[in-house]
């Protein structure tokens, strides 16, 4: 089992992009997705008055 994770600010299509490009690669490799998940978080900055957006992929490969 292969545990791989994508995150992006601002952009999700940036994560969606690698992890797609990742899973054409492990594929070639002999590997499967077995499980993909997918989480969004903002994260407040107090100090610097600010939010930053976060979007992540999770994805679990098998042989």
Do not use: W
Not at 19 to 37: C, L, R
């Amino acid at each position: 089992m292969i545990i791989k994770a994508f995150t992006s600010r601002e952009n999700p299509l940036e994560a969606i992009d690698h992890a797609n490009k990742t899973i054409d690669e492990m594929k070639k490799n002999g590997y499967h997705v077995n499980q993909i998940a997918q989480s969004e978080s903002v994260y407040c900055s107090s100090f610097e008055e600010s939010r930053e957006f976060h979007f992540t992929l999770t994805v679990v490969f098998d042989k």
